[in-house]
């Protein structure tokens, strides 16, 4: 099994540049979840997305922010436009049931300078 | 969300047992206690998890008080490999959409040393 997949592993970026971060989950999970982890707040969850469907973007920072999830085997993260605060790393994490255990993709490192 | 108290770090040595403890004193009845493991550059990991009674798997085991205020993580030998930042997590069930989901909700956890 591949796991998660991530892509970009890094992306490096100016101020008010469009960022865009996918995601491949675990074929035959149901349910994705985007995290961001900084040293200043760890990891928290940006948004969770049940059979496709977004089913809670609380942690959603700003408009800024936008997920996706197409179909059952990809899910993206946009940025627009990226502000240096919004450098962290991002994980995508997918788990077969939403009260399942969840497995982590290897993450996004994002740079905005 | 209910919050979970850690050590900043421990430290063992190869070989040897380690017990990561964990203070949960809010924990509510429907809170299962979830312990993941995060390696250097990597996502985290899922070790363990549990409700009420002791927990063993391939990796760990999870002992669990009998108010459920607190819990200890085990790793009975050590190894090299085991150094990561160990998160104790309260997974709290959300309802949202129409549907139940189980949310995690990360502290800062405990940075593990394992020397050789």
């Known amino acids: 099994d591949a796991g998660v997949i991530q892509s970009p592993r890094h992306e490096v970026t100016e101020m008010g540049q469009e960022v865009t971060l996918r995601c491949k989950p675990i074929?035959?999970?149901?349910?994705l979840f985007w995290y961001r982890q900084t040293m200043m707040r760890g990891l928290e969850l940006l948004i969770y997305f049940n059979n496709n469907v977004p089913i809670d973007d609380s942690g959603m920072p700003e408009d800024r922010f936008s997920a996706k999830m197409p179909n059952a085997s990809f899910s993206t993260l946009k940025i627009q436009p990226s502000e240096p605060r919004d450098s962290a790393v991002y994980f995508c994490?997918?788990?077969?049931?939403?009260?399942?255990?969840?497995?982590f993709g290897p993450g996004t490192r994002l740079t905005v300078l | 969300d209910a919050k979970t108290t850690q050590p900043n770090s421990m430290e063992s040595n190869e070989e040897e047992p380690v017990h990561l403890p964990c203070n949960h004193s809010t924990i509510s009845g429907t809170d299962y206690i979830h312990w993941y493991r995060q390696l250097p550059s990597q996502g985290p990991e899922y070790v363990i998890h549990?409700?009420?009674s002791n927990v063993n798997n391939r990796m760990a085991s999870l002992a669990i008080a009998e108010d459920r205020k607190s819990s200890t993580l085990i790793l009975h030998r050590a190894t090299l490999r085991d150094a990561a930042v160990y998160y104790c997590?309260?997974?709290?069930?959300?309802?949202?959409?129409?549907?139940?989901?189980?949310?995690?909700?990360f502290g800062q956890g405990t940075i593990l040393t394992v020397h050789p």
């Open positions: 994490a997918s788990s077969l049931g939403a009260l399942n255990e969840q497995f």
């Open positions: 074929s035959g999970h149901n349910s």
């Open positions: 997590i309260l997974r709290s069930t959300l309802n949202a959409g129409g549907t139940s989901y189980g949310k995690l909700t």
């Open positions: 549990g409700l009420t």
